[in-house]
């Protein structure tokens, strides 16, 4: 089943601003751990597994920021005609 090349734009655009969203977290997740902010960096390096706790704060990050970064890019879009 071959897609309409309006359907490729869109699953593009999609998968672009989910993918920033995603770059978006690991960025704010390495900032949260190397300023240590809260303690969260110190909380993490003395846990007894700190990386699965590092993907658990990323993951997390992740679905707040992907669908955040579609949003924004959707409502930029809003205003344009086309």
């Known amino acids: ?3 309409h ?3 490729r734009r869109m699953i593009r655009f999609m998968l ?3 993918g920033i ?3 978006m977290a690991a960025v704010a997740t390495w900032a949260l751990i190397h300023w240590d ?3 969260i960096g110190t909380l993490i390096a003395r846990a007894s ?3 699965a706790w ?3 704060l990323y993951g ?3 679905l707040t920021c992907g669908p955040l970064a579609v949003f924004l890019a959707v409502m930029a879009r809003a205003g344009e005609d086309g």
């Open 37 to 39: 902010v809260g303690g």
């Open 60 to 62: 997390s990050l992740a």
């Open 21 to 23: 969203g995603l770059v």
């Open 5 to 7: 090349p309006m359907e």
């Open 16 to 18: 672009t601003h989910v």
């Open 54 to 56: 590092t993907l658990f």
């Open 49 to 51: 597994d700190p990386l």
């Open 1 to 3: 089943m071959s897609l």
